[in-house]
């Protein structure tokens, strides 16, 4: 059975870096064609690709968001790790990690994260 | 990595068909046959219904089926119910290990 779940925290003040978990099971990320996403989703809106990082350790970024970005896994503890630099209020919503096959469709999802940035 | 087109809207009555389209370019819908499709519920997290433009994973009915023609992807649900009301998302692969999702579409069932 695979499961996915998102941690970090509610809240973020601008300027701050958001730090973001994923803890999967049910697959290994060392498996060749394995890839873990990130999606996120501001309120009312829609989808928004973010990042991704295969099996190889090989990572990729929306070009949009490239600067800002950063996607690592720690393989023996199950995780994908996405950080976020200098949040903005824009950057408000629900932060998802998805499965992803190497053709690019997600077919596990955890249950998001909501994250709001406020001062 | 601009955002594929959908309608934002879409209805149908019970039983009835709805078509959702999605339009990329070549350098996404056009170029790969990698377009998916998502049924997210308020609250909820998205749900594989169509992967490589017209597979269904397991446990997706048969109702939902896709389709590509040029850079236009379209999504059809036959039969529609009330548990079909939802937002519905196309994403399709675009180069360089990249993804873009479309507007999303709620469709509603009269």
């Known amino acids: 059975q695979v499961t996915l779940r998102e941690t970090g925290p509610a809240r973020v003040t601008p300027t701050q870096t958001l730090t973001l978990t994923c803890t999967f099971s049910?697959?290994?990320?060392?498996?060749?064609?394995?890839?873990v996403s990130w999606i996120r989703q501001p309120p009312g809106k829609a989808l928004e690709w973010l990042a991704l990082?295969?099996?190889?350790?090989?990572?990729y970024y929306t070009t949009s968001l490239k600067t800002r970005l950063t996607i690592s896994k720690d393989t023996s503890k199950n995780q994908v790790v996405l950080t976020v630099t200098n949040m903005d209020p824009v950057d408000t919503g629900t932060y998802f990690c998805?499965?992803?096959?190497?053709?690019?469709?997600?077919?596990?999802w955890g249950q998001g994260t909501l994250v709001t940035v406020s001062s | 990595q601009s955002a594929l087109t959908q309608p934002p809207s879409a209805s149908g009555s019970p039983g009835q068909s709805v078509t959702i389209s999605c339009t990329g370019t070549s350098g996404d819908v056009g170029d790969y046959n990698y377009v998916s499709w998502y049924q997210q519920h308020p609250g909820k997290a998205p749900k594989l219904l169509i992967y490589?433009?017209?597979k269904r994973p397991s446990g997706v009915p048969d109702r939902f089926s896709g389709s590509k023609s040029g850079n236009t992807a379209s999504l059809t649900v036959s039969g529609l119910r009330a548990e079909d009301e939802a937002d519905y998302y196309c994403s399709s692969f675009a180069g360089r290990n990249s993804v873009v999702f479309g507007g999303g579409t709620k469709v509603t069932v009269l």
């Open positions: 049910g697959f290994s990320l060392n498996t060749p064609g394995m890839c």
């Open positions: 998805a499965r992803m096959s190497v053709t690019g469709f997600f077919d596990y």
């Open positions: 990082i295969d099996w190889d350790g090989d990572f």
């Open positions: 490589e433009v017209t």
